[in-house]
């Protein structure tokens, strides 16, 4: 049973992002807490969209994205508090109690991918995530009802491994989820081995990499000096953490990366390890690459 039924007959969505989507409606549902549901999802375009909110909701105009949840919440109650306010929605075609339905305009999850300026990938998991909260009973009619919303929005974004450069204060968990997330980032089609970095800096700032590799091969560049190029540029440059994932095993990062974060380091930085499934393992920086040479003995 999937968490998100996609309809897409017409294939709009942008190549691979399917999978997203019903990564980011399971990860909604872990993050409420609630199993044995689905949702579906009609991906359609601008004057879909505008047809359907004037029918259904007496608004003449298009939007992003719109939910029609078939569960009636109590005010302030969504479904982790109360899972069985499901109950009468089990459909026995799916085997699973249906929380309703999604329309996702493409046209706007491109513009406003444009506007933000990142990939139309995230702007539709984003939506996902928005709509797929509406179906678990949020809101955000009012003030308070929308920063509890926001709040969750950002945790489900941050359990998939999405979130804003230099976004602050996420924890192990949400670094090792953004580490991971990354991969998915990794240009390696000459070793198909993909790595993917989440450098974090002293004020909690959280910068991602991945690898990517070069015909030449020697022009690769590694996902640790990835995320440091990255953070760079948005000024950041002292790191107390590190988290390295790769896809199996463990990637301890190469002589060249230990160097260049040695450069950059806040501190006796910490270097975590890990892939999707096994336990992330640590070492500090100074055990990694012990009398080493650094900006100090240039005086820096
Ligand atoms: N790689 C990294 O991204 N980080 C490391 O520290 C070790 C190696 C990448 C580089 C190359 O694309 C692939 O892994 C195989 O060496």
């Not at 085997?95 to 513009?111: P, S």
């Amino acid at each position: 049973m999937k968490a998100l039924i996609v309809d897409d007959e017409r294939g709009l969505l942008p190549e691979g992002c399917l999978s997203l989507l019903e990564n980011a409606a399971q990860a909604a549902l872990a993050c409420e807490g609630v199993t044995g549901v689905s949702a579906g999802l009609r991906v359609v375009t601008d004057e879909e969209i505008q047809t359907l909110n004037r029918t259904m909701r007496g608004v003449d105009s298009a939007t992003d994205v719109l939910s029609f949840p078939s569960v009636n919440y109590p005010k302030g109650v969504t479904l982790g508090r109360k899972p069985a306010l499901v109950k009468k929605c089990y459909d026995p075609e799916i085997g699973a109690y249906y929380l309703g339905d999604v329309a996702l305009n493409i046209g706007r999850v491109l513009e406003q991918a444009t506007q933000y300026g990142h990939g139309a990938d995230r702007e539709a998991a984003y939506l996902t995530v928005h709509a797929m909260l509406h179906l678990c009973g949020y809101d955000h009619m009012n003030e308070e009802d929308k920063a509890v919303m926001r709040a969750m929005e950002k945790k489900v974004m941050r359990a998939l491994g999405l979130f804003k450069n230099g976004e602050r204060f996420m924890d192990t968990k949400d670094c090792i989820a953004a580490a991971i997330g990354a991969l998915d980032l990794s240009y390696s089609p000459y070793s198909n081995f993909r790595v993917g970095a989440c450098l974090v800096s002293e004020d909690g700032q959280c910068f991602v990499g991945a690898n990517f590799e070069n015909a030449s091969y020697g022009a690769t560049i590694c996902a640790e000096r990835c995320a440091v190029s990255n953070a760079i540029v948005h000024g950041v440059k002292r790191f107390t953490k590190v988290f390295i994932a790769c896809d199996r095993g463990y990637a301890w990062p190469c002589g060249i990366c230990r160097q260049v974060l040695n450069e950059f380091k806040a501190c006796d930085m910490e270097v975590w390890v890990g892939n999707k499934t096994d336990e992330w393992k640590m070492m500090k920086l100074s055990s990694l690459l012990p009398q080493s040479f650094g900006p100090e003995e240039l005086g820096k």
